[in-house]
């Protein structure tokens, strides 16, 4: 993803990663890709054995893992540096 700094202005020191994008020049992609890697959410889903519990999925939609209930998958997610999201 390329970033850029409106007006040209990059501040010193500041490493490619951290600098500014500006959402505006992002392909749909791009667009959909962002906070995939920070950001989760939960939804109900019947284990293998017919038992209820609760899937995570990334923010684009693929599924994480399948686990017991939603206090665990909360747990996962936090624990793997993501924020949970909640769905209405």
Do not use: R
């Given at each position: 993803m390329k970033s850029s700094i409106?007006?040209?202005y990059t501040p010193a020191g500041l490493p490619q990663a951290e600098r500014v994008a500006d959402v505006r020049q992002l392909s749909d992609m791009q667009f959909r890709s962002l906070g995939l890697s920070k950001v989760a959410y939960t939804r109900p889903?019947?284990?293998e054995?017919?038992?209820?519990?609760c899937a995570i999925?990334?923010?684009?939609?693929?599924l994480l893992a399948v686990v017991d209930d939603m206090e665990t998958a909360w747990g996962a997610i936090v624990q793997n540096d993501m924020v949970p999201a909640s769905l209405q």
């Open positions: 409106q007006g040209g889903a019947v284990l054995d017919g038992e209820e519990g999925y990334a923010a684009d939609g693929s």
